[in-house]
């Protein structure tokens, strides 16, 4: 693609014969269905490292949904409540204790 949309070489080649593949390589790019419960399976597991876990479930949120995990408020909300779904039952235990956590750092 480099070559023939550098110049003005395929000029006489139509678009519409390559219109169903660009627009697959867009969609495929820019998804229009982000879905972050797609990450609600992903666990923690005994012995695992957290941090390790933290930047794989960023990326994985970056992927489902398009954009960072603190993108906006409601974002970085959302992905808090997601990520303390995957730590085990007694660390979510632990964590509704904790007063006004969606508003710490």
């Known amino acids: 693609m480099p070559q023939l949309t550098g110049g003005y070489a395929a000029d006489h080649v139509g678009f519409n014969g390559f219109r169903t593949r660009v627009w697959a390589e867009i969609r495929r790019l820019y998804p229009d269905k982000l ?14 490292s957290v941090p390790k876990f933290l930047h794989t479930f960023q990326r994985r949120w970056r992927e489902e949904t398009g954009s960072p995990w603190n993108a906006n408020d409601t974002t970085q909300n959302l992905f808090k409540l997601m990520l303390k779904k995957s730590l085990p039952q007694q660390v979510q235990k632990r964590l509704d204790e904790v007063v006004g956590l969606l508003k710490m750092d």
């Open 35 to 48: 879905d972050p419960s797609k990450l609600e399976g992903e666990q923690l597991k005994e012995g695992e």
